[in-house]
């Protein structure tokens, strides 16, 4: 009976400690069927894949393991519920990612988690509302926009590493990059977006912790079979401290839409208000135009623009999927780095003969990305994560899929380390990246942002402060192993079991 199966799922959900989809613990005694286009493969496979399957290092080696199998896809008929199609190929992908957003709903399996806390958001709207958004939103992202950025860039940077300095002199020089380069991210996200100095990266802040908070939340929620039931969940202590958490973020989100909307009102340019520094009301200075002020002038083809609730949205929005995935690439483009010390020096020679004729060393708009440095970068900005889509049309010619509603994952991860397209895809290759070598490879191989009509909105904010921090860090400092092995840990951004530890070496930079 249902019952017993339901029963059963759960016993070995708890004994094996393993993530597993609602739907698969409902439905473990109905039949799943797995194919790669016309191969079937038993039950059995499936069921013993799920099991393995945990989110650790082993983990990946069994997606490893799977895309060498099933090079192109496979698919999980998941009971009579859900069917699951896994893609790990380009020529797969490329339709799916390039048809229309109408089509391709995020599916709230994997999505819905978040929407307590990032609302009806750019990340989690579908259809005419998401189009709206997507117009309202592009905007803010343009270059103009985002040359003003990267003076924030160069100044987060410089506090990360006067406080590494600090630290190798007082003998400690051994750290976890993740743990100052996410600090780091939000320092910057949080004077990018509100114009506000939180002073996170050296003293605490109920924000910031915050935020760490709810994305631990998150990941944890998802693992917990109990707990993607609502009604279980918001009685737990976990979703006792996600509500706090909650409260904490949009409280403080909400408080600084409402009061620069009334200072827009009042003063009618954005470059003249307050600006406020740890909480306290400075002198009035201009300041340039912030994510907040952008939002609040962002106007559609009717003249309507944003509420507060909607940019309160975004903005939360924004400062999650900015700090964690952009210091998850800056930690591991380091980490590879540290281990290819070869590289690393080629990189440094280029960024010290870039900097060598300027009267500083922070890096601007303008600074060209050396033949070295952009192939160095690439290889670490491989993210974990897949993009969920709920189906509503045929995928391809290739893949036949069940019908509308069917889940369909793209994997980021699998494809960027398919061998059929990338050979050798663990070893660290920059030269893989040169166009002369990229020419006849095709244009989704490497999806770091994704593709098409949902891809990343601030995937150019995201690679401006990603070569502004890894070209200051290689002029001042040289990173070795930190002796530690390196076990990767998949969660929202791919992060290491313990952390990423790194030796630091301060430099004397050349002099300008």
């Known amino acids: 009976s249902l019952m017993k199966y339901t029963c059963l799922s759960l016993f070995i959900y708890y004994k094996q400690n393993v993530l597993l989809p609602t739907c698969v613990c409902v439905c473990v005694g109905c039949v799943v069927r797995v194919w790669c286009v016309s191969t079937y493969v038993c039950v059995c496979v499936c069921v013993c894949f799920y099991l393995r399957m945990r989110s650790t290092e082993e983990g990946l080696q069994a997606v490893d393991q799977l895309v060498r199998t099933y090079s192109h896809s496979c698919s999980w008929f998941l009971g009579p519920f859900y069917s699951l199609v896994r893609l790990f190929h380009p020529d797969y992908i490329k339709p799916l990612l390039l048809a229309p957003a109408s089509i391709t709903v995020k599916d709230e399996l994997f999505y819905g988690f978040l929407r307590p806390w990032l609302g009806q958001s750019l990340l989690l709207s579908n259809g005419e509302d998401w189009s709206r958004r997507r117009r309202l939103l592009t905007p803010a992202f343009h270059f103009d926009i985002l040359k003003n950025y990267v003076k924030i860039f160069n100044h987060s940077s410089n506090i990360m590493h006067s406080k590494w300095r600090r630290l190798v002199a007082e003998g400690e020089s051994r750290q976890d990059m993740f743990n100052h380069i996410s600090l780091m991210t939000l320092d910057s996200l949080l004077r990018c977006t509100f114009s506000y100095n939180s002073n996170c990266q050296e003293s605490s802040s109920e924000y910031i912790a915050a935020i760490f908070e709810l994305s631990t939340l998150v990941i944890e929620r998802r693992g917990r079979i109990l707990h993607h039931w609502d009604c279980l969940y918001w009685r737990s202590p976990e979703g006792q401290r996600f509500k706090q958490a909650c409260s904490v973020v949009h409280g403080f989100t909400r408080t600084v839409v409402q009061e620069r909307r009334a200072q827009l009102l009042h003063r009618g340019e954005p470059e003249s208000h307050t600006d406020t520094t740890g909480g306290e009301e400075k002198k009035k200075k201009k300041r340039v135009a912030d994510f907040i002020d952008l939002l609040l002038l962002s106007k559609d083809e009717d003249g309507h623009g944003l509420t507060d609730e909607e940019i309160k949205a975004e903005a939360d929005t924004f400062m999650f999927g900015g700090h964690d ?55 670490s900005v491989r993210p974990s994560v897949c993009l969920s889509v709920r189906l509503s049309a045929c995928l391809s010619a290739f893949v036949s899929v069940r019908g509308t509603g069917s889940i369909c994952l793209v994997s980021i991860y699998g494809t960027h380390h398919n061998p059929e397209i990338w050979p050798d895809p663990d070893v660290y290759n920059p030269m893989r990246f040169d166009p002369e070598n990229s020419k006849d490879r095709s244009s989704h191989a490497f999806i770091p942002f994704s593709s098409g009509p949902r891809n990343c909105i601030g995937q150019k904010f995201a690679m401006a402060e990603l070569r502004v921090v890894v070209a200051l860090t290689l002029r001042r400092f040289r990173l070795t192993p930190g002796g530690v092995e390196v076990r990767r840990l998949p969660q929202l951004v791919l992060r290491a079991e313990g952390g990423l530890w790194l030796t630091l070496e301060t430099l004397d930079a050349p002099q300008d």
């Open 325 to 379: 995935t952009t210091a998850s690439g800056i930690s591991w483009v380091l980490y590879n780095l540290s281990q290819h010390q070869d590289h690393q020096d080629r990189c440094r020679a280029e960024v010290n003969d870039l900097l060598q004729d300027r009267k500083t060393e922070d890096l601007d708009w303008s600074a060209p990305v050396r033949p070295s440095v952009r192939p160095s970068v690439r290889p």
